[in-house]
């Protein structure tokens, strides 16, 4: 782990042989990881994903955030979560080797309104799990949605790609998006389509046919809408991110992602590992 981001750098996990290797994608070094994608591993927010044209009302008040994808805001615009320094603290009295990590998102950061206290404790656990546990408050009504940005390749990282890779999402529909990957509003289901995964299929079966969402994204970059909100099974690497809906703020028919002064955010990511 790094508090550059609170992201996680590297995962090692034994193959069915026994041998160990990184299934993460990261950076040798911090000056490699200062210069890299600046998103792999780290806690994004204040917003992941994208905002429409860095722009959105809140009671009546037009927030203008910072641009950093061609017309949109993304993952909390280039001056956000993955650049800061957060405060780091072993959790030493944790039943299992756990790192907590926190940060003050200050007033108007990158855009966005209110001051916020985020927290993020990674644990470790005999189940060959990596629980991530979310909290956030803030002292005026603003808009949230985090999540962890690490990629994988169960390969071992820098090895082959991910295209054999087969995926299971518990998703009856997802958000088509346009040119820009803004979702249009729409709520498509994935049924006859390359999209769904709610049987295991490879990542890479039908990622080249001819699908107008597969053109737009370039592959797989959309937003699936889970059918419960419990669990999911989790071209170098795969990345999940457990988060709301893009552009919420924007789509009165998207669950909201205001968080009021009094209440606490709080969610829980796991991935777990195993081998067969």
């Given amino acids: 782990l790094s508090n550059y981001g609170a992201r996680i750098t590297w995962i090692e996990v034994?193959?069915?042989?026994?041998?160990?290797?990184?299934?993460?994608?990261?950076f040798d070094t911090f000056?490699?990881?200062?210069?890299?994608?600046?998103?792999f591993g780290s806690v994004v927010g204040r917003y992941a994903n994208r905002i429409a044209k860095g722009k959105f009302s809140l009671d009546g008040t037009e927030y203008s955030l910072t641009l950093n994808n061609g017309?949109?805001?993304?993952h909390g615009g280039p001056g956000g979560w993955p650049s800061v320094i957060w405060n780091a603290e072993v959790q030493e009295k944790a039943d299992y080797p756990a790192v907590k990590f926190t940060y003050n998102?200050?007033?108007?950061?990158e855009g966005y309104h209110g001051n916020m206290d985020v927290e993020v404790i990674y644990t470790w656990n005999d189940?060959?799990?990596i629980v991530m546990d979310y909290k956030c408050t803030a002292d005026k009504k603003t808009v949230l949605n985090i999540t962890n940005h690490a990629y994988f390749n169960l390969h071992g990282a820098g090895t082959m790609d991910i295209l054999d890779h087969q995926l299971t999402i518990n998703a009856s529909s997802f958000t088509p998006v346009d040119s820009t990957?803004?979702?249009?509003g729409e709520l498509r289901p994935v049924k006859g389509t390359p999209f769904d995964f709610t049987t295991p299929h490879e990542v890479g079966e039908r990622i080249n046919e001819e699908y107008d969402q597969l053109k737009l994204g370039g592959g797989y970059?959309?937003?699936?809408?889970l059918d419960n909100n419990q669990e999911v099974n989790a071209s170098s690497g795969l990345c999940l991110e457990t988060q709301?809906?893009?552009?919420?703020?924007?789509?009165p028919g998207f669950p909201s992602t205001v968080l009021n002064p009094g209440e606490t955010f709080t969610s829980r990511t796991i991935y777990r590992f195993s081998v067969k």
């Fill in 14 to 26: 034994p193959d069915r042989t026994g041998e160990k290797g990184n299934v993460t994608l990261g």
């Fill in 31 to 39: 000056e490699e990881m200062v210069k890299g994608d600046p998103f």
């Fill in 71 to 74: 017309t949109n805001t993304l």
């Fill in 105 to 109: 998102s200050p007033d108007m950061e």
């Fill in 127 to 129: 189940n060959n799990e």
């Fill in 181 to 184: 990957l803004i979702p249009t």
């Fill in 221 to 225: 970059d959309h937003n699936y809408i």
């Fill in 244 to 251: 709301h809906f893009p552009d919420s703020p924007n789509q």
